[in-house]
């Protein structure tokens, strides 16, 4: 029995210190040397302070700010501990609700924009933590933030524009402007127009 057992034993040592700490190592080594940005979180800095990840969603309120999409992450949205999406359906009543109403609170927050609504700005992503909207939510925001800084809606426009990020690959997902990064690029350019 034991000549059996020896073995298996043997191998279950060898995969542990395999795959549960050399393979780890060099991974996250190799990480470190490559992408060292990613494989720390794609954390976003100013004056040496952390204000956030480019890859997690915050919250944004001020009219002189982009909004984010709606998030179901925890109590107040955008709690990384509580990532998930609601799980209510296209015919749950509380969905309908809550999307009327966060159209009806887009529109009283953008009066100057007639469109349709852009679907990524009433409704909350899988996760909760989407750091991006689309394009349309930005432009369809832009009349908002220019009256709030003081800008025409061509510069606004402009910086929505150089800040959409393309699909990846050129075929991978859509094109998506992250919330964090324009946010931070009107808050530079509020600065430049300062000095």
């Not at 509580?82 to 999307?99: D, K």
Request: one cysteine or more; glycine letters at 8%.
């Amino acid at each position: 029995m034991w000549r059996h057992i020896g073995p298996a034993f043997r191998l279950m040592f060898a995969f542990t210190i395999l795959t549960g700490f050399l393979y780890p190592a060099v991974v996250t080594e190799l990480c470190q040397v490559f992408f060292p940005r990613q494989a720390n979180g794609s954390l976003i800095y100013r004056h040496g302070r952390v204000l956030g990840s480019s890859l997690i969603g915050q919250n944004f309120t001020s009219p002189a700010y982009f909004h984010p999409r709606p998030s179901a992450a925890g109590v107040a949205g955008y709690d990384p501990m509580a990532s998930g999406g609601s799980n209510l359906g296209p015919t749950s009543r509380a969905l309908y609700e809550r999307v009327k109403a966060d159209v009806a609170q887009f529109r009283a927050e953008n009066p100057g924009y007639q469109g349709p609504v852009p679907a990524d700005a009433v409704t909350a992503s899988a996760s909760g933590l989407d750091p991006d909207i689309s394009p349309a939510s930005a432009f369809a925001q832009a009349a908002r933030v220019a009256h709030a800084r003081g800008l025409s809606r061509r510069q606004i426009r402009h910086l929505i524009r150089d800040y959409t990020q393309k699909r990846q690959l050129g075929f991978l997902g859509e094109p998506r402007v992250n919330v964090l990064e324009i946010n931070l690029a009107l808050d530079r350019l509020a600065q430049d127009r300062r000095q």
